[in-house]
Protein backbone atom coordinates (compact mmCIF):
# COMPACT_ATOMS: atom_id res chain seq x y z
CA UNK A 1 0.00 0.00 0.00
CA UNK A 2 3.05 2.25 0.83
CA UNK A 3 4.17 1.64 -2.58
CA UNK A 4 1.03 2.37 -4.62
CA UNK A 5 0.95 5.73 -2.40
CA UNK A 6 4.16 6.67 -3.12
CA UNK A 7 3.69 6.27 -6.88
CA UNK A 8 0.52 8.15 -7.03
CA UNK A 9 1.83 11.18 -4.74
CA UNK A 10 5.36 12.62 -3.47
CA UNK A 11 7.34 10.69 -1.37
CA UNK A 12 9.83 13.29 0.87
CA UNK A 13 13.27 11.12 0.86
CA UNK A 14 14.97 13.48 3.92
CA UNK A 15 11.43 13.66 6.57
CA UNK A 16 12.68 14.23 9.86
CA UNK A 17 10.89 14.00 13.45
CA UNK A 18 10.99 16.68 15.69
CA UNK A 19 12.08 13.92 18.80
CA UNK A 20 13.07 10.27 18.78
CA UNK A 21 10.10 9.39 20.84
CA UNK A 22 6.50 9.30 20.28
CA UNK A 23 5.19 12.26 22.70
CA UNK A 24 7.05 15.09 21.98
CA UNK A 25 7.43 14.42 18.30
CA UNK A 26 3.77 13.95 17.74
CA UNK A 27 3.28 17.26 20.30
CA UNK A 28 5.58 19.09 17.29
CA UNK A 29 3.34 17.32 14.50
CA UNK A 30 0.35 18.84 15.67
CA UNK A 31 1.53 22.09 16.81
CA UNK A 32 4.47 22.70 14.11
CA UNK A 33 6.48 23.49 17.19
CA UNK A 34 10.27 22.32 18.31
CA UNK A 35 9.87 20.21 21.98
CA UNK A 36 10.97 22.64 23.98
CA UNK A 37 8.41 25.38 22.31
CA UNK A 38 5.52 23.15 23.19
CA UNK A 39 7.66 21.47 25.96
CA UNK A 40 5.79 18.29 26.39
CA UNK A 41 9.42 16.71 27.25
CA UNK A 42 9.38 13.80 29.68
CA UNK A 43 6.97 11.41 30.68
CA UNK A 44 4.90 13.86 33.51
CA UNK A 45 4.30 16.43 30.88
CA UNK A 46 0.75 17.01 29.24
CA UNK A 47 0.43 19.82 26.18
CA UNK A 48 -0.60 23.20 27.46
CA UNK A 49 -4.48 23.40 26.91
CA UNK A 50 -4.13 26.79 24.54
CA UNK A 51 -1.52 25.19 22.27
CA UNK A 52 -3.43 25.91 18.65
CA UNK A 53 -3.10 22.11 16.83
CA UNK A 54 -4.33 20.85 13.46
CA UNK A 55 -6.87 19.49 15.30
CA UNK A 56 -7.96 22.90 16.90
CA UNK A 57 -7.59 24.08 13.91
CA UNK A 58 -9.50 21.94 11.50
CA UNK A 59 -12.18 21.87 13.84
CA UNK A 60 -12.68 25.82 14.05
CA UNK A 61 -12.83 26.03 9.93
CA UNK A 62 -15.85 23.55 10.26
CA UNK A 63 -13.99 19.96 9.92
CA UNK A 64 -15.39 17.40 11.90
CA UNK A 65 -12.58 15.56 13.45
CA UNK A 66 -11.38 12.25 14.76
CA UNK A 67 -8.03 10.63 16.11
CA UNK A 68 -7.90 6.77 16.81
CA UNK A 69 -5.06 6.18 18.96
CA UNK A 70 -3.62 3.21 19.44
CA UNK A 71 -0.23 4.67 21.77
CA UNK A 72 -1.12 5.62 25.28
CA UNK A 73 1.18 8.48 24.61
CA UNK A 74 -1.33 10.11 22.39
CA UNK A 75 -4.35 10.33 24.47
CA UNK A 76 -6.13 12.68 26.32
CA UNK A 77 -4.26 11.85 29.61
CA UNK A 78 -1.34 14.03 27.71
CA UNK A 79 -3.40 16.53 26.30
CA UNK A 80 -3.57 15.31 22.35
CA UNK A 81 -7.51 14.89 22.36
CA UNK A 82 -8.21 18.85 21.91
CA UNK A 83 -9.84 19.56 18.91
CA UNK A 84 -10.99 16.10 18.13
CA UNK A 85 -14.89 15.70 18.03
CA UNK A 86 -13.97 11.94 18.58
CA UNK A 87 -11.04 10.35 19.99
CA UNK A 88 -10.42 6.71 21.00
CA UNK A 89 -7.72 5.38 22.33
CA UNK A 90 -7.19 1.43 22.72
CA UNK A 91 -5.92 1.81 26.30
CA UNK A 92 -9.07 3.55 27.45
CA UNK A 93 -10.87 0.74 26.31
CA UNK A 94 -9.29 -2.47 26.86
CA UNK A 95 -8.28 -1.54 30.72
CA UNK A 96 -12.45 -1.59 31.48
CA UNK A 97 -12.96 -4.70 29.00
CA UNK A 98 -10.41 -6.90 28.38
CA UNK A 99 -10.33 -9.75 31.18
CA UNK A 100 -6.70 -10.70 29.74
CA UNK A 101 -5.79 -6.71 30.27
CA UNK A 102 -6.22 -7.46 33.52
CA UNK A 103 -4.46 -10.72 33.52
CA UNK A 104 -1.55 -9.24 32.09
CA UNK A 105 -1.30 -6.96 34.15
CA UNK A 106 -1.23 -9.87 36.89
CA UNK A 107 -3.68 -8.17 39.03
CA UNK A 108 -5.63 -11.63 38.59
CA UNK A 109 -2.74 -14.26 38.68
CA UNK A 110 -4.69 -16.66 41.00
CA UNK A 111 -6.84 -17.26 38.22
CA UNK A 112 -4.45 -19.09 36.48
CA UNK A 113 -4.76 -21.62 38.43
CA UNK A 114 -8.34 -22.23 38.10
CA UNK A 115 -8.26 -21.31 34.65
CA UNK A 116 -5.31 -23.18 32.90
CA UNK A 117 -6.67 -22.26 29.44
CA UNK A 118 -6.05 -18.60 30.22
CA UNK A 119 -2.50 -18.79 30.15
CA UNK A 120 -1.97 -19.76 26.83
CA UNK A 121 -4.07 -16.61 25.97
CA UNK A 122 -2.17 -14.31 28.30
CA UNK A 123 1.22 -15.68 26.84
CA UNK A 124 -0.17 -14.48 23.62
CA UNK A 125 -1.12 -11.05 24.75
CA UNK A 126 2.56 -10.76 25.94
CA UNK A 127 3.81 -11.33 21.97
CA UNK A 128 1.85 -8.01 21.70
CA UNK A 129 0.16 -5.66 23.64
CA UNK A 130 -3.21 -6.26 22.72
CA UNK A 131 -5.85 -3.80 20.97
CA UNK A 132 -3.19 -2.14 20.08
CA UNK A 133 -2.64 -3.74 16.63
CA UNK A 134 -3.77 -1.96 13.11
CA UNK A 135 -6.78 -4.59 12.90
CA UNK A 136 -8.15 -3.25 16.12
CA UNK A 137 -8.03 0.14 15.42
CA UNK A 138 -9.72 -0.28 11.85
CA UNK A 139 -12.16 -1.88 13.26
CA UNK A 140 -13.01 0.76 16.03
CA UNK A 141 -13.15 3.22 13.38
CA UNK A 142 -15.70 1.16 11.12
CA UNK A 143 -17.88 0.95 14.52
CA UNK A 144 -17.55 4.50 15.27
CA UNK A 145 -18.39 5.29 11.17
CA UNK A 146 -21.01 2.73 11.47
CA UNK A 147 -22.28 4.84 14.27
CA UNK A 148 -22.77 7.97 13.23
CA UNK A 149 -25.10 9.32 10.16
CA UNK A 150 -23.79 8.53 6.49
CA UNK A 151 -25.16 11.41 5.04
CA UNK A 152 -24.04 13.33 7.65
CA UNK A 153 -20.83 12.33 7.34
CA UNK A 154 -20.66 12.90 3.58
CA UNK A 155 -21.56 16.65 4.05
CA UNK A 156 -19.13 17.89 6.72
CA UNK A 157 -15.34 17.83 5.35
CA UNK A 158 -13.47 14.77 7.81
CA UNK A 159 -9.79 14.95 9.60
CA UNK A 160 -9.39 11.76 10.18
CA UNK A 161 -6.08 11.31 12.58
CA UNK A 162 -5.23 7.02 12.69
CA UNK A 163 -1.92 6.28 14.83
CA UNK A 164 -1.15 3.05 14.39
CA UNK A 165 1.11 1.14 16.47
CA UNK A 166 2.55 -1.80 14.57
CA UNK A 167 5.88 -0.66 13.51
CA UNK A 168 7.29 -0.21 16.82
CA UNK A 169 8.82 -2.05 20.12
CA UNK A 170 7.27 -4.68 21.00
CA UNK A 171 8.53 -6.21 17.86
CA UNK A 172 5.26 -8.57 17.02
CA UNK A 173 2.99 -8.49 14.21
CA UNK A 174 -0.47 -9.82 15.11
CA UNK A 175 -0.32 -11.59 12.20
CA UNK A 176 2.88 -13.66 12.77
CA UNK A 177 2.81 -17.26 11.90
CA UNK A 178 2.71 -19.90 14.76
CA UNK A 179 5.79 -21.52 13.79
CA UNK A 180 8.08 -18.57 14.39
CA UNK A 181 9.25 -18.00 17.67
CA UNK A 182 8.59 -15.08 19.69
CA UNK A 183 11.72 -13.45 21.44
CA UNK A 184 11.88 -12.79 24.89
CA UNK A 185 12.92 -9.05 24.47
CA UNK A 186 13.42 -8.18 28.27
CA UNK A 187 16.99 -8.15 26.65
CA UNK A 188 16.50 -4.58 24.78
CA UNK A 189 15.66 -3.11 27.29
CA UNK A 190 17.85 -0.27 29.38
CA UNK A 191 16.96 2.74 30.98
CA UNK A 192 17.23 6.21 28.96
CA UNK A 193 19.23 7.47 30.94
CA UNK A 194 22.27 6.01 29.80
CA UNK A 195 24.76 8.14 28.11
CA UNK A 196 23.84 8.36 24.42
CA UNK A 197 26.41 6.82 21.64
CA UNK A 198 28.84 7.28 21.51
CA UNK A 199 29.70 8.92 24.82
CA UNK A 200 30.85 6.72 26.91
CA UNK A 201 29.16 4.55 28.83
CA UNK A 202 27.00 3.91 26.19
CA UNK A 203 27.26 0.81 24.13
CA UNK A 204 24.32 -2.21 25.31
CA UNK A 205 25.11 -6.08 24.53
CA UNK A 206 24.82 -6.61 21.36
CA UNK A 207 23.19 -9.88 20.27
CA UNK A 208 24.31 -12.91 17.77
CA UNK A 209 23.25 -12.16 14.26
CA UNK A 210 20.62 -14.86 14.55
CA UNK A 211 18.86 -12.60 17.08
CA UNK A 212 19.48 -9.56 15.30
CA UNK A 213 18.37 -11.24 12.04
CA UNK A 214 14.70 -12.44 13.80
CA UNK A 215 14.55 -9.18 15.62
CA UNK A 216 14.61 -7.22 11.95
CA UNK A 217 12.18 -9.94 10.58
CA UNK A 218 9.94 -9.31 13.32
CA UNK A 219 9.94 -5.35 12.75
CA UNK A 220 9.70 -5.81 9.25
CA UNK A 221 6.77 -8.37 9.37
CA UNK A 222 5.22 -5.34 11.49
CA UNK A 223 5.65 -3.01 9.09
CA UNK A 224 3.76 -5.56 6.00
CA UNK A 225 0.85 -5.69 8.58
CA UNK A 226 0.13 -2.19 9.10
CA UNK A 227 0.91 -1.43 5.54
CA UNK A 228 -1.81 -4.07 5.02
CA UNK A 229 -4.06 -2.54 7.00
CA UNK A 230 -4.00 0.75 5.79
CA UNK A 231 -5.08 0.03 2.51
CA UNK A 232 -7.87 -2.23 4.08
CA UNK A 233 -8.88 1.19 6.32
CA UNK A 234 -8.51 3.24 3.44
CA UNK A 235 -10.71 0.74 1.21
CA UNK A 236 -13.34 0.89 3.88
CA UNK A 237 -13.33 5.27 3.53
CA UNK A 238 -13.57 4.87 -0.01
CA UNK A 239 -16.88 2.07 0.13
CA UNK A 240 -18.34 4.96 2.41
CA UNK A 241 -17.65 7.61 0.20
CA UNK A 242 -15.37 9.18 3.10
CA UNK A 243 -12.08 8.76 0.88
CA UNK A 244 -12.57 10.02 -3.03
CA UNK A 245 -10.72 11.55 -5.56
CA UNK A 246 -10.57 15.62 -3.95
CA UNK A 247 -9.17 14.21 -0.82
CA UNK A 248 -6.09 14.31 0.76
CA UNK A 249 -4.01 11.35 2.24
CA UNK A 250 -0.60 11.91 4.51
CA UNK A 251 1.46 9.00 5.34
CA UNK A 252 4.10 9.40 8.20
CA UNK A 253 5.68 8.35 11.58
CA UNK A 254 7.03 9.83 14.90
CA UNK A 255 10.00 8.07 15.16
CA UNK A 256 12.03 5.23 13.87
CA UNK A 257 13.59 2.13 15.69
CA UNK A 258 17.45 1.05 16.37
CA UNK A 259 18.67 -2.42 16.19
CA UNK A 260 22.19 -1.93 17.23
CA UNK A 261 23.26 0.55 14.24
CA UNK A 262 25.05 2.82 16.79
CA UNK A 263 24.90 -0.47 19.70
CA UNK A 264 22.16 0.75 21.20
CA UNK A 265 18.27 -0.78 21.18
CA UNK A 266 14.74 0.26 20.95
CA UNK A 267 13.90 4.61 20.28
CA UNK A 268 14.72 7.26 22.36
CA UNK A 269 18.28 7.59 22.80
CA UNK A 270 19.50 8.95 19.55
CA UNK A 271 19.20 11.11 16.67
CA UNK A 272 20.87 9.39 14.25
CA UNK A 273 19.04 8.73 10.93
CA UNK A 274 17.42 5.46 11.89
CA UNK A 275 15.60 7.45 15.07
CA UNK A 276 14.40 10.22 12.87
CA UNK A 277 14.59 10.24 9.02
CA UNK A 278 11.03 8.72 8.77
CA UNK A 279 9.03 8.40 5.77
CA UNK A 280 6.87 10.88 4.54
CA UNK A 281 3.98 10.55 1.69
CA UNK A 282 1.40 12.96 0.53
CA UNK A 283 -1.23 12.24 -2.08
CA UNK A 284 -4.32 14.16 -3.45
CA UNK A 285 -5.51 17.09 -5.37
CA UNK A 286 -2.36 18.95 -7.67
CA UNK A 287 -0.03 16.85 -5.54
CA UNK A 288 2.54 16.03 -8.48
CA UNK A 289 2.74 11.90 -8.89
CA UNK A 290 5.79 9.26 -8.37
CA UNK A 291 7.71 12.53 -7.19
CA UNK A 292 10.51 12.35 -4.62
CA UNK A 293 11.67 15.30 -3.16
CA UNK A 294 15.27 15.31 -1.39
CA UNK A 295 15.21 18.32 -0.09
CA UNK A 296 14.87 17.92 4.04
CA UNK A 297 11.91 18.94 5.40
CA UNK A 298 10.30 18.20 9.30
CA UNK A 299 6.99 17.13 11.08
CA UNK A 300 6.54 20.49 12.15
CA UNK A 301 5.58 21.74 8.70
CA UNK A 302 2.32 19.24 8.45
CA UNK A 303 0.60 22.26 9.76
CA UNK A 304 1.15 25.10 7.93
CA UNK A 305 1.28 22.34 4.92
CA UNK A 306 -2.33 20.78 6.18
CA UNK A 307 -3.76 24.63 6.18
CA UNK A 308 -2.68 25.50 3.08
CA UNK A 309 -5.00 22.09 2.18
CA UNK A 310 -7.90 24.28 3.56
CA UNK A 311 -6.74 27.65 1.61
CA UNK A 312 -5.50 29.50 4.72
CA UNK A 313 -2.52 30.15 7.00
CA UNK A 314 -2.22 28.09 9.99
CA UNK A 315 -2.68 31.68 11.59
CA UNK A 316 -0.70 30.78 14.84
CA UNK A 317 3.40 30.82 15.09
CA UNK A 318 5.19 27.79 14.18
CA UNK A 319 8.14 26.57 13.27
CA UNK A 320 7.41 25.12 9.96
CA UNK A 321 6.00 26.07 6.60
CA UNK A 322 3.43 24.67 4.10
CA UNK A 323 5.63 21.97 1.77
CA UNK A 324 3.01 23.13 -1.37
CA UNK A 325 5.31 24.88 -2.91
CA UNK A 326 8.27 22.43 -2.85
CA UNK A 327 6.11 19.84 -3.77
CA UNK A 328 4.84 21.62 -7.01
CA UNK A 329 8.45 23.23 -7.76
CA UNK A 330 8.47 26.76 -6.75
CA UNK A 331 11.07 27.98 -4.50
CA UNK A 332 9.26 28.53 -1.26
CA UNK A 333 12.03 29.70 1.04
CA UNK A 334 12.87 26.20 1.79
CA UNK A 335 16.48 26.13 2.84
CA UNK A 336 17.03 22.45 2.92
CA UNK A 337 17.30 22.60 6.69
CA UNK A 338 15.56 19.90 9.41
CA UNK A 339 16.21 20.30 13.10
CA UNK A 340 15.51 17.41 16.07
CA UNK A 341 16.01 17.40 19.44
CA UNK A 342 16.18 14.76 22.46
CA UNK A 343 14.98 16.52 25.30
CA UNK A 344 16.69 14.81 27.89
CA UNK A 345 18.01 16.19 31.58
CA UNK A 346 21.13 14.46 31.68
CA UNK A 347 21.76 13.73 28.10
CA UNK A 348 20.46 16.35 25.63
CA UNK A 349 21.03 15.39 22.02
CA UNK A 350 20.41 18.20 18.93
CA UNK A 351 20.40 17.65 15.48
CA UNK A 352 20.96 19.83 12.38
CA UNK A 353 20.61 18.35 8.57
CA UNK A 354 21.49 20.64 6.20
CA UNK A 355 21.89 19.49 2.80
CA UNK A 356 23.42 16.46 2.88
CA UNK A 357 25.35 17.16 5.92
CA UNK A 358 24.39 16.32 9.86
CA UNK A 359 25.64 17.77 12.59
CA UNK A 360 24.86 16.15 16.29
CA UNK A 361 25.56 17.70 19.41
CA UNK A 362 25.89 15.73 22.65
CA UNK A 363 25.04 17.87 25.57
CA UNK A 364 24.74 22.05 26.38
CA UNK A 365 27.67 24.25 25.93
CA UNK A 366 28.32 25.64 29.55
CA UNK A 367 29.98 28.94 30.09
CA UNK A 368 33.32 28.23 31.18
CA UNK A 369 32.98 24.68 30.89
CA UNK A 370 34.14 22.08 28.16
CA UNK A 371 32.60 22.24 24.80
CA UNK A 372 30.08 19.46 24.07
CA UNK A 373 30.92 17.13 21.94
CA UNK A 374 29.83 17.68 17.91
CA UNK A 375 30.22 15.26 15.78
CA UNK A 376 29.33 15.69 11.81
CA UNK A 377 28.65 13.50 8.81
CA UNK A 378 28.79 13.76 4.68
CA UNK A 379 25.33 11.75 4.38
CA UNK A 380 26.58 11.33 0.55
CA UNK A 381 29.51 9.51 1.67
CA UNK A 382 28.53 8.01 4.85
CA UNK A 383 24.52 7.53 4.91
CA UNK A 384 25.30 5.14 7.79
CA UNK A 385 26.77 7.70 10.31
CA UNK A 386 29.60 6.05 10.94
CA UNK A 387 32.56 7.91 10.17
CA UNK A 388 32.37 11.17 11.36
CA UNK A 389 33.82 14.52 9.82
CA UNK A 390 37.33 15.45 10.96
CA UNK A 391 36.82 18.90 13.09
CA UNK A 392 38.76 21.22 11.13
CA UNK A 393 37.38 23.95 12.27
CA UNK A 394 36.74 24.70 8.71
CA UNK A 395 33.91 27.08 7.00
CA UNK A 396 31.75 24.26 6.71
CA UNK A 397 31.86 23.10 10.17
CA UNK A 398 31.41 26.80 11.09
CA UNK A 399 28.20 26.89 8.94
CA UNK A 400 27.07 23.97 10.60
CA UNK A 401 27.38 24.91 14.03
CA UNK A 402 25.95 28.32 13.16
CA UNK A 403 22.79 26.83 11.84
CA UNK A 404 22.19 24.41 14.86
CA UNK A 405 22.86 27.36 17.02
CA UNK A 406 20.37 29.65 15.11
CA UNK A 407 17.67 26.53 15.51
CA UNK A 408 18.58 25.73 19.33
CA UNK A 409 17.71 29.43 19.66
CA UNK A 410 14.47 29.44 17.91
CA UNK A 411 13.10 26.52 19.39
CA UNK A 412 13.71 29.02 22.77
CA UNK A 413 12.55 32.01 21.43
CA UNK A 414 9.22 30.09 20.26
CA UNK A 415 8.54 28.83 23.99
CA UNK A 416 5.09 28.43 24.97
CA UNK A 417 4.60 28.28 28.59
CA UNK A 418 1.31 25.89 29.26
CA UNK A 419 2.50 21.98 29.40
CA UNK A 420 1.01 20.55 33.21
CA UNK A 421 2.54 18.01 34.94
CA UNK A 422 0.38 14.63 34.74
CA UNK A 423 0.11 12.02 37.89
CA UNK A 424 0.74 9.07 36.06
CA UNK A 425 -1.83 6.77 37.75
CA UNK A 426 -0.56 3.48 37.74
CA UNK A 427 -2.58 2.01 34.87
CA UNK A 428 -1.44 4.33 32.52
CA UNK A 429 2.46 3.55 33.65
CA UNK A 430 1.93 -0.01 33.41
CA UNK A 431 0.93 0.76 29.64
CA UNK A 432 3.70 3.20 28.89
CA UNK A 433 6.33 0.34 30.45
CA UNK A 434 4.30 -2.17 28.58
CA UNK A 435 5.51 -0.11 25.13
CA UNK A 436 9.72 0.40 26.98
CA UNK A 437 8.57 4.13 27.93
CA UNK A 438 8.90 5.08 31.68
CA UNK A 439 12.10 4.41 32.71
CA UNK A 440 14.96 6.79 33.54
CA UNK A 441 12.94 9.52 32.78
CA UNK A 442 11.42 10.51 35.97
CA UNK A 443 10.66 14.06 37.41
CA UNK A 444 14.24 14.94 39.72
CA UNK A 445 14.38 13.68 42.59
CA UNK A 446 13.23 16.13 45.79
CA UNK A 447 15.59 17.90 47.90
CA UNK A 448 17.69 15.96 50.37
CA UNK A 449 16.53 18.20 53.66
ZN1 LIG B 1 6.71 5.43 20.09
Known sequence: MLDQIAAEGIRFEAAYAQAPWTRPSVASLFTGLYPASHDVITQYQ????DLPTISTMLKSRGYRTACFSANPQVSPAFGFHRGYDQFWNSYSSLA??????????????????????LLGRVREAQAGVPGTDAA????????WLDREDAEELKEQPLFLYVQYLDPHDPYHAPDTPAHIEHLDEAFLHAPQSLPPHPLKGSSLPPVDDDTLAKLKAAYDREIRFVDARLGEMLEDLRT?????????????????????DHDQWLHGRSLYEEMVRIPLLIHGPSVPVGKVIDAPVELTDMVETIAGMTGRKAG????????????????????????????????PIYMLRAGSHKLLQFGNAVEGGEEPLRLAFDLTTDPNELSPLPDAGGEEWERLHELLTKFMDEEADLKRSGSTSVDLTSGVKSDLSDLGYVDGVAPPPPPSD
Open 46 to 49: RMGS
Open 96 to 117: ETTAVWALRHKVAAVAFDLFPS
Open 136 to 143: SVNHAIST
Open 240 to 260: RGLYQEGDYLIVTSDHGEEFY
Open 316 to 347: FPTHGMDLFPLMVGKANGNNELAYSHRPNEAH
